[in-house]
């Protein structure tokens, strides 16, 4: 039972562009989510989370939007740089477990 | 400040072995928690230690255990080897756990013939 779905396995924008990752869970009861950057032959590195009574979070080029009632996490990148091709999870976490979602890898497009 | 560190990062086995990785958790972080990851799967959840209990447990077999130190160093070991154990085994610290950002090994990769 995948509890945190990231549908989109790869997405491609062009460089100076918007990025829009998208994810979807189904447990109501996850209090923060997070999302996770990881490059080939690294673990993954945190990016930026946000809690369940938020409805957004920014951190520079990084913004997180949560929409409760569906169930909906996006993460923005603006502008896109070519430093931010890599895999990108989100995960959320409840009673002390942190639930990953199966990833999506982003490709910028010089 | 150091990273966490996992050890070893390559490891080859033969199906039927068993096999010991290790974690060292970033100084001060209480929480170690262990994932496997798969293509297609994602990061799959194995355990989570705190003060060395295990406080929370994925949906693995009992083949996959582990254990926490009191310096916060933990091990995960794995007993009669499958194929389908070949993954990246990676490990994550927190000072808390729960919402607080987890800090992640390079991982070690585990291959299995």
């Known amino acids: 039972d995948q509890q945190v779905k990231q549908n989109s396995p790869s997405l491609s924008v062009q460089e100076g562009r918007i990025s829009i990752l998208n994810c979807d869970y189904t447990?109501?009861?996850?209090?923060?989510f997070l999302w996770y950057k990881k490059y080939p032959a690294e673990g993954p590195t945190f990016l930026i989370s946000i809690s369940s009574i938020k409805d957004k979070n920014e951190d520079g080029r990084f913004t997180v939007f949560l929409n409760k009632s569906a169930k909906h996490l996006s993460l923005h990148i603006v502008p896109s740089q070519p430093g931010d091709s890599a895999v990108y999870f989100c995960?959320?976490?409840?009673?002390?477990?942190?639930?990953f979602g199966t990833g999506t890898r982003l490709t910028i497009i010089p | 400040k150091a990273g966490v560190t996992q050890t070893p990062r390559y490891l080859i086995k033969t199906r039927g072995q068993q096999v010991t990785l290790s974690c060292s958790p970033i100084?001060?972080?209480?929480?170690v928690s262990w994932y496997q990851q798969t293509p297609g799967q994602g990061l799959q959840f194995l355990f989570e230690?705190?003060?060395?209990?295990?406080?929370n447990k994925g949906n693995f077999p009992g083949r996959f255990s582990g254990r926490q130190f009191s310096n916060s160093r933990s091990e995960m070991n794995v007993s009669t080897l499958e194929l389908g154990d070949s993954a990246l085994y990676l490990c994550?610290?927190?000072f808390g756990g729960g919402g607080q950002p987890q800090h992640f090994g390079d991982g070690t990769r585990l291959s299995i013939l």
């Open positions: 230690y705190f003060s060395e209990t295990q406080r």
């Open positions: 100084s001060g972080h209480r929480s």
């Open positions: 995960a959320a976490t409840w009673n002390e477990k942190l639930t």
């Open positions: 994550a610290s927190s």
């Open positions: 447990n109501s009861m996850f209090d923060y």
